[in-house]
């Protein structure tokens, strides 16, 4: 049975929300559909909602994205992470990205506006209708692989929306994988038109954190090689090191995995949680 903090957040979701979105619940977990603008279509979405009273201001609120082939329940469904985030007090929005969707709005395909839905659709939907704190101060981003990519790319791009990002094996130089994971379905030639990919590559976007307050953390395993992980995120931190931006950077021991990223992203959430709730202490790492 719900708690009854819980069955009147959803009570007050249903009355806020719009009608044609539906809310169907399990246990601490809801399944959001409703109508997209920017995708022109019906979207769905979960949001996990820690139990008890929410603080004062609201549910601190971590998005957290999937990878390629992969969905909105990925992480549900294959990791702990709805108990971390509980003993956190961290709400959770899981979007569904499409499986190879990158979290751009893409200038070929115009129905793959992954960037202007998690932007311009979710995150008012979700704090219109839920008890979120929803100033910049309680967001963060967080995701793996192409989700990785996404969280560190969005967060970059609209550093006025979230206070923190964190990246688990994410694919952060994406020039380096021109021919993979469809990305030529999403973003012209890349040798005739590279002006389009540099404004979304997370390699190409680091100079825009110079000066930022944006905390970044990021993490991969150290046998990651076949896709490039490894590669990608030993460039990038150096590329911020260099540039002088301050960010919290692991490599573990793992490839990518779910046995990888069901162990790590208890580390992501409550170092999310920690800046949430002013516990942010946390120097950078090499």
């Given amino acids: 049975m719900a708690h009854p903090d819980l069955r009147a957040a959803i009570a007050l979701a ?29 979207a769905t979405f979960e949001v996990f909602l820690p139990g008890g009273e929410p603080p004062v201001e609201g549910w601190p609120v971590l998005y957290l994205l999937h990878g390629a082939f992969g969905g909105y329940r990925d992480w549900t469904q294959n990791t702990n992470v709805e108990s971390i985030a509980g003993a956190a007090r961290v709400m959770l929005v899981l979007p569904d990205g499409g499986e190879f969707g990158w979290y751009l709005d893409s200038p070929v395909e115009p129905e793959s506006q992954r960037e202007s839905y998690i932007i311009r659709d979710l995150i008012p939907l979700v704090d219109e209708g839920f008890p979120t704190r929803r100033d910049r101060a309680g967001r963060g981003i967080c995701g793996l692989s192409m989700g990785g990519h996404g969280a560190i790319s969005l967060a970059t791009k609209h550093p006025h929306l979230f206070a923190s990002a964190s990246s688990l094996s994410g694919i952060m130089v994406l020039q380096n994988h021109i021919d993979r994971w469809e990305l030529l379905r999403r973003l012209p030639d890349y040798q005739t038109s590279p002006e389009y990919w540099e404004p979304h590559s997370c390699l190409t976007l680091a100079p825009r954190l110079v000066g930022t307050d ?73």
């Fill in 14 to 42: 249903a009355s806020l929300l719009p009608p044609s979105v539906t809310l169907a619940q399990s246990g601490n977990l809801i399944t959001v559909s409703h109508h997209s603008p920017s995708l022109g279509r019906e």
């Fill in 214 to 286: 944006l905390r970044l953390m990021l993490d991969c395993g150290d046998s990651d090689l076949e896709t490039g992980a490894t590669q990608d995120n030993r460039i990038y931190h150096a590329r911020l090191t260099e540039l002088g931006v301050p960010h919290v950077f692991h490599e573990h021991p793992g490839g990518h995995s779910w046995e990888y990223w069901g162990e790590h992203i208890g580390e992501h959430v409550r170092w999310h949680a920690d800046g949430f709730y002013g516990r942010a202490g946390i120097p950078p790492v090499d």
